[in-house]
């Protein structure tokens, strides 16, 4: 993220920047995020004046170059120059000789001006094009400066290029969307530096929206996909006349990495950079049927295609966010604009959109299509929907002062949500800080940086500003304080805690008593992958579409999240058998999920169980459901856990239990009650045809599988008194 600290002086005053480049620079390491590159801007236009063109000549010799007289403010001075466009009154930058060409300062192979004679006439250095200031990329011709300077004044002073532009890490800002704006980074160096900010006055949430004198119904918008939209706004603007930019535009726009095109697309630009809100401009002309303009916000249909502004053609994606007209879609929604609605020379009405999308969406489309832009570098980070409008109302009436009508009324897709404050006290945030701060140093901490606090006593009444999309908790109130009074300052003492042992978990001493008990009793235990293949849930009968999939698995052998343990179990058999093992008992304890069971939270509910199973090449006497049955009354005896085992019938009762029931022979099978009133906790039996067969088992396979909670919750404590 590139800041302009003349920009970022500019709206917030002298104040904040007494530090010298180098001593704010460190500290925003400290306090802010780390800073890859600093860029001193001055140097490169030391000497490089405004001069003035007194009189024009045709080179008597050469057809192609004409010969400038120029008044540099204190004498004239002769120049030869191939732009013959040049008139009596331009002003334009004089790059004398012994001076460098800025856009070569620094280089390997920096150009030095003389003064030499160009075909029999003398020039005296040359005139620089806005590429070799550095203002713009235009190379084609002298830049003819837009200012009121006289003759004789600096460049740097008439266009604010003595600037430094601080390269800051993106990561920093990850969680930050207020940080890839040039004002979100200037509040912050003064709260880091103990100053307070004020934001311009048109950056506020209730700022008064324009209104048009006389309204025309040609605009209106339909939102199908408001929960990946949440506001989409816009308007219509007449009277455009497509241009250039002023120089001092152009030139914040280059220094900050933005290729300057036009007035528009310019000063949309610059209010991104300011705020961090992209904001995009269609031709009204391109996008209107009949004289009005009907925008939808939807997903894709099958089948449409889009050029994009860069020329590359792309098949918008299911999930993609499209901004389409009747006719089909005009811009990949917060990513890039369509060929179809480009401002262009002719470009007369436009129609300014400002809206907020979905951050997650936006990656994912990004990254499907491989479309890196500074809208999705800004939108990827999750910008607020509350400041959509005060930038669409800033940047309407900059244009309305450059002679542009508003010609509707401004259309504003958005249901707000309320906002809550955060409730927290100083002992709260000090307790974690190891900080001794009173409620009022905190509550100045964070008023510098315009969040709002009410303190009442201890407590802390906290309301997030409406960039703020990050503050929700009051550990996120904790990380604020800690940061901007610096975590330098912060004591270095660890804190004073207990070093008594913490109690072990009942559930973990049930599973290290199952693990005894198990293992005294001759079973070996496993630990398998938690994913599994969907081939291994249908071999036993499970189905795949209740189990959760697994988008960027490892491997087609780790797509699903396994629904119970004993498929795991049932798939280690066979190799053990061949590896001469040829009979043995297998145990896991572990968790599953499935997808159709969540809990109150609405997050999926995870459950703990314990897998068995008991194989033999050869037959033993009995059946194999009695081997399993001895096991599971071995442990159940051992826990003192009350039990009885009844036939099972062709299938569990409720989702769970009939995925983990899959496996098993219904016929050959039993439900495990626990506890005297004989409450369901798990299955046990021999497994059906179609698993043995698939698995490659031996009929002489039984097993169980026993939910753990309930278990735990059964078991009886073992009261006894020394002899």
Same mark, same amino acid.
């Given at each position: 993220?590139?800041? =302009?600290?003349? !920009?970022?002086?500019?709206?917030?005053?002298?104040?904040?920047?007494?530090?010298?480049?180098?001593?704010? &620079?460190?500290?925003?390491?400290?306090?802010? $995020?780390?800073?890859?590159?600093?860029?001193?801007?001055?140097?490169?236009?030391?000497?490089?004046?405004?001069?003035?063109?007194?009189?024009?000549?045709?080179?008597?010799?050469?057809?192609?170059? *004409?010969?400038?007289?120029?008044?540099?403010?204190?004498?004239?001075?002769?120049?030869?120059?191939?732009?013959?466009?040049?008139?009596?009154?331009?002003?334009?930058?004089?790059?004398?000789?012994?001076?460098?060409?800025?856009?070569?300062?620094? +280089?390997?192979?920096?150009? &030095?001006?003389?003064?030499?004679?160009?075909?029999?006439?003398?020039?005296?250095?040359?005139?620089?094009?806005?590429?070799?200031?550095?203002?713009?990329?235009?190379?084609?011709?002298?830049?003819?400066?837009?200012?009121?300077?006289?003759?004789?004044?600096?460049?740097?002073?008439?266009?604010?290029?003595?600037?430094?532009?601080?390269?800051?890490?993106?990561?920093?800002?990850?969680?930050?969307?207020?940080?890839?704006?040039?004002?979100?980074?200037?509040?912050?160096?003064?709260?880091?530096?103990?100053?307070?900010?004020?934001?311009?006055?048109?950056?506020?949430?209730?700022?008064?929206?324009?209104?048009?004198?006389?309204?025309?119904?040609?605009?209106? &918008?339909?939102?199908?996909?408001?929960? !990946?939209?949440?506001?989409?706004?816009?308007?219509?603007?007449?009277?455009?006349?497509?241009?250039?930019?002023?120089?001092?535009?152009?030139?914040?726009?280059?220094?900050?990495?933005?290729?300057?095109? *036009?007035?528009?697309?310019?000063?949309?630009?610059?209010?991104?950079?300011?705020?961090?809100?992209?904001?995009?401009?269609?031709?009204?002309?391109?996008v209107a049927v009949d004289g009005k303009a009907h925008i939808t916000v939807r997903k894709p249909?099958?089948?449409? +295609?889009?050029?994009?502004?860069?020329?590359?053609?792309?098949?918008?994606?299911?999930?993609?966010?499209?901004?389409?007209?009747?006719?089909?879609?005009?811009?990949?929604? $917060?990513?890039?604009?369509?060929?179809? =609605?480009?401002?262009?020379?002719?470009?007369?009405?436009?129609?300014?959109?400002?809206?907020?999308?979905?951050?997650? +969406?936006?990656?994912?489309?990004?990254?499907?299509?491989?479309?890196?832009?500074?809208?999705?570098?800004?939108?990827?980070?999750?910008?607020?929907? #509350?400041?959509?409008?005060?930038?669409?109302?800033? &940047?309407?009436?900059?244009?309305?002062?450059?002679?542009? #009508?508003?010609?509707?009324?401004?259309?504003?897709?958005?249901?707000?949500?309320?906002?809550?404050?955060? +409730?927290?006290?100083?002992?709260?945030?000090?307790?974690?800080?190891?900080?001794?701060?009173?409620?009022?140093?905190?509550?100045?901490?964070?008023?510098?940086?315009?969040?709002?606090?009410?303190?009442?006593?201890?407590?802390?009444?906290?309301?997030?500003?409406?960039?703020r999309t990050d503050l929700t908790i009051p550990e996120d109130i904790v990380e604020e304080v800690?940061?901007?009074?610096?975590?330098?300052?912060?004591?270095?003492? !660890?804190?004073?805690?207990?070093?008594?042992?913490?109690?072990?978990?009942?559930?973990?001493?049930?599973?290290?008593?199952?693990?005894?008990?198990?293992?005294?009793?001759?079973?070996?235990?496993?630990?398998?992958? =938690?994913?599994?293949?969907?081939?291994?849930?249908?071999?036993?009968?499970?189905?795949?579409?209740?189990?959760?999939?697994?988008? *960027?698995?490892?491997?087609?052998?780790?797509?699903?999240?396994?629904?119970?343990?004993?498929?795991?179990?049932?798939?280690?058999?066979?190799?053990?058998?061949?590896?001469?093992?040829?009979?043995?008992?297998?145990?896991?304890?572990?968790?599953?999920?499935?997808?159709?069971?969540?809990?109150?939270?609405?997050?999926?509910?995870?459950?703990?169980?314990?897998?068995?199973?008991?194989?033999?090449?050869?037959?033993?006497?009995?059946?194999?459901?009695?081997?399993?049955?001895?096991?599971?009354?071995?442990?159940?005896?051992?826990?003192?856990?009350?039990?009885?085992?009844?036939?099972?019938?062709?299938?569990?009762?409720?989702?769970?239990?009939?995925?983990?029931?899959?496996?098993?022979?219904?016929? #050959?099978?039993?439900?495990?009650?626990? $506890?005297?009133?004989?409450?369901?906790?798990?299955?046990?039996?021999?497994?059906?045809?179609?698993?043995?067969?698939? !698995?490659?088992?031996?009929?002489?396979?039984?097993?169980?599988?026993?939910?753990?909670?309930?278990?735990?919750?059964?078991?009886?404590?073992?009261?006894?008194?020394?002899?």
């Open positions: 993220m590139k800041v =302009s600290v003349a !920009l970022m002086k500019w709206y917030s005053g002298e104040q904040q920047w007494r530090l010298p480049v180098a001593d704010l &620079v460190a500290k925003i390491g400290q306090q802010l $995020g780390a800073v890859e590159e600093t860029i001193e801007l001055g140097p490169k236009y030391a000497g490089i004046i405004i001069v003035e063109i007194t009189e024009v000549k045709k080179h008597p010799n050469a057809d192609k170059l *004409n010969v400038y007289q120029m008044f540099t403010g204190k004498d004239h001075v002769q120049i030869v120059s191939g732009d013959t466009a040049l008139q009596v009154g331009d002003k334009v930058a004089w790059i004398a000789p012994g001076q460098t060409v800025p856009s070569t300062f620094g +280089t390997d192979a920096p150009v &030095v001006m003389e003064a030499r004679p160009l075909r029999g006439e003398m020039s005296n250095g040359m005139f620089g094009s806005g590429k070799e200031l550095g203002l713009n990329d235009d190379h084609h011709r002298v830049a003819v400066l837009d200012t009121d300077a006289p003759a004789g004044t600096l460049l740097a002073d008439a266009y604010d290029l003595n600037d430094t532009i601080i390269d800051i890490e993106n990561k920093m800002f990850t969680h930050r969307p207020d940080g890839f704006g040039n004002l979100g980074v200037a509040r912050e160096i003064a709260g880091i530096q103990n100053l307070p900010f004020v934001s311009p006055e048109w950056y506020a949430e209730d700022a008064a929206l324009p209104q048009a004198d006389d309204p025309q119904d040609i605009l209106k &918008v339909t939102n199908d996909i408001p929960e !990946l939209v949440p506001r989409y706004m816009a308007v219509v603007l007449d009277g455009i006349t497509i241009a250039p930019s002023p120089l001092w535009l152009q030139s914040v726009l280059t220094r900050l990495g933005i290729r300057p095109i *036009n007035n528009i697309v310019d000063l949309t630009n610059y209010y991104m950079i300011l705020t961090g809100q992209p904001l995009h401009a269609f031709d009204f002309d391109k249909k099958a089948g449409e +295609t889009l050029t994009l502004l860069d020329g590359k053609t792309i098949t918008p994606g299911k999930n993609d966010m499209l901004i389409c007209n009747p006719a089909g879609p005009i811009a990949l929604g $917060g990513v890039m604009g369509g060929q179809n =609605s480009e401002i262009s020379n002719q470009t007369k009405r436009i129609i300014l959109e400002v809206a907020t999308f979905d951050m997650f +969406t936006i990656r994912r489309t990004s990254m499907a299509h491989g479309i890196f832009t500074d809208a999705v570098t800004r939108y990827s980070k999750g910008q607020s929907p #509350r400041q959509t409008a005060p930038v669409l109302a800033k &940047v309407v009436a900059e244009l309305a002062q450059a002679g542009a #009508r508003q010609t509707s009324s401004i259309v504003d897709e958005y249901a707000p949500k309320p906002r809550t404050p955060i +409730t927290t006290t100083s002992e709260f945030i000090n307790a974690r800080l190891g900080s001794a701060l009173g409620a009022e140093t905190m509550a100045t901490t964070l008023n510098n940086v315009e969040i709002a606090v009410e303190t009442h006593g201890d407590e802390l009444l906290v309301t997030p500003p409406f960039w800690g940061r901007l009074q610096g975590y330098e300052n912060l004591p270095h003492n !660890l804190p004073t805690r207990s070093t008594k042992a913490v109690d072990v978990p009942p559930m973990d001493v049930l599973k290290n008593r199952l693990r005894d008990t198990l293992a005294a009793a001759g079973a070996n235990e496993l630990q398998t992958y =938690s994913f599994v293949p969907a081939k291994l849930l249908q071999t036993v009968g499970q189905n795949p579409e209740h189990a959760y999939a697994i988008r *960027n698995a490892l491997s087609p052998e780790l797509q699903h999240y396994r629904l119970s343990l004993t498929p795991s179990l049932l798939e280690k058999v066979h190799p053990n058998i061949k590896a001469g093992y040829s009979t043995h008992a297998l145990f896991e304890l572990n968790k599953i999920h499935i997808k159709t069971d969540m809990d109150c939270d609405g997050l999926p509910r995870e459950y703990q169980t314990l897998a068995f199973v008991f194989a033999a090449q050869k037959p033993l006497p009995g059946a194999a459901y009695y081997q399993a049955k001895h096991y599971l009354e071995h442990i159940l005896a051992d826990l003192h856990v009350p039990y009885k085992i009844v036939p099972a019938s062709k299938e569990s009762p409720f989702e769970v239990g009939r995925q983990i029931f899959a496996p098993f022979e219904p016929k #050959r099978s039993g439900y495990v009650l626990l $506890g005297e009133a004989g409450e369901f906790g798990g299955f046990i039996g021999e497994y059906h045809a179609a698993a043995r067969k698939g !698995l490659k088992l031996p009929d002489y396979t039984a097993g169980f599988e026993i939910d753990l909670e309930r278990l735990l919750q059964h078991q009886r404590p073992v009261n006894y008194a020394p002899i």
